[in-house]
């Protein structure tokens, strides 16, 4: 597994414990840390003594921020048919990472800090009870870039629903944790120096009354499934 993840399969009272831990990139993930997320989550799936599992910046200074741009950028150099199989292989690695994520089974915490952009705010999402500190700042910023949304706009919608998701994708604007409450992405705020304190409490109160996944918490076959996508999206995909 990449040192970039760490993953602490069960702390003795049925929680496991998956941080990111690439704070010079701001956890930013690379190819290597999608497929090591994909490897903890299977792990977390498949072993029956995990009850939860907690998602957290090893330093709860920055969650999450996004999709390794650099890497991204160097993919987008190559040219001909070498593109076209590095990007599809990096679409399917990401969109495998999250599917992977969303079906393992588990009721999920995310400990959110810092910065939550793009796949940050997915991974996010994809939390059944999520407690950010008070100066955490989310963001989808594909249009600002020029991106069309990923399968990341799936999670979010399912999450915080059409009305609140679709208005963060078309503007690309930044949000505060207050506001991702009042959306439904985030369950808790807490002051940012008190994050620490404050994850260990909400571990300690669901290990002893149990944490219920979110019943639309499915994975991207069963958000999108044999339904066309809402028009809405595919407005706001083709206006990007």
Same mark, same amino acid.
């Given at each position: 597994?990449?040192?970039?993840?760490?993953? #602490?399969?069960?702390?003795?009272?049925?929680?496991? #414990?998956?941080?990111?831990?690439?704070?010079?990139? $701001?956890?930013?993930?690379?190819?290597?840390?999608?497929?090591?997320?994909?490897?903890?989550?299977?792990?977390?799936?498949?072993?029956?003594?995990?009850?939860?599992?907690?998602?957290?910046?090893?330093?709860?200074?920055?969650?999450?921020?996004?999709?390794?741009?650099?890497?991204?950028?160097?993919?987008m150099q190559l040219e001909?048919?070498?593109?076209?199989?590095?990007?599809?292989?990096?679409?399917?690695?990401?969109?495998?990472?999250?599917?992977?994520?969303?079906?393992?089974?588990?009721?999920?915490?995310? #400990?959110? @800090?810092?910065?939550? #952009?793009?796949?940050?705010?997915?991974?996010?999402?994809?939390?059944?009870?999520?407690?950010?500190?008070?100066?955490?700042?989310?963001?989808?910023?594909?249009?600002?870039?020029?991106?069309?949304? *990923?399968?990341?706009?799936?999670?979010?919608?399912?999450?915080?629903?059409?009305?609140?998701?679709?208005?963060?994708?078309?503007?690309?604007?930044?949000?505060?944790?207050a506001e991702a409450k009042?959306?439904?992405?985030?369950?808790?705020?807490?002051?940012?120096?008190?994050? $620490?304190? $404050?994850?260990?409490?909400?571990?300690?109160?669901?290990? @002893?009354?149990?944490?219920? $996944?979110?019943?639309?918490?499915?994975?991207? *076959?069963?958000?999108?499934?044999?339904?066309?996508?809402?028009?809405?999206?595919?407005?706001?995909?083709?206006?990007?």
């Amino acid at each position: 597994m990449s040192p970039f993840v760490t993953y #602490i399969p069960n702390n003795g009272n049925g929680t496991a #414990i998956v941080m990111l831990n690439r704070p010079s990139k $701001r956890n930013a993930l690379s190819g290597e840390m999608q497929e090591a997320l994909t490897e903890a989550f299977e792990k977390i799936r498949d072993d029956d003594s995990v009850k939860r599992v907690v998602l957290q910046a090893a330093d709860l200074t920055n969650f999450c921020a996004g999709v390794d741009m650099h890497e991204m950028k160097q993919e987008m150099q190559l040219e001909g048919r070498e593109a076209k199989d590095v990007n599809l292989q990096a679409s399917l690695r990401y969109a495998n990472m999250l599917d992977t994520v969303a079906s393992c089974g588990k009721p999920m915490i995310g #400990i959110v @800090s810092g910065s939550a #952009i793009g796949a940050g705010t997915t991974l996010a999402a994809l939390c059944d009870y999520v407690v950010a500190g008070d100066d955490t700042v989310f963001r989808y910023p594909e249009r600002m870039m020029n991106l069309k949304p *990923s399968v990341s706009a799936a999670y979010a919608v399912n999450r915080m629903g059409r009305d609140n998701a679709l208005p963060l994708f078309s503007s690309g604007r930044k949000f505060t944790a207050a506001e991702a409450k009042t959306m439904k992405l985030v369950d808790e705020t807490c002051p940012a120096d008190k994050l $620490r304190d $404050r994850m260990q409490t909400v571990i300690s109160r669901f290990e @002893s009354r149990p944490l219920q $996944r979110k019943p639309g918490n499915p994975t991207l *076959s069963k958000v999108i499934g044999d339904r066309e996508m809402d028009p809405k999206m595919v407005d706001l995909v083709d206006r990007m």
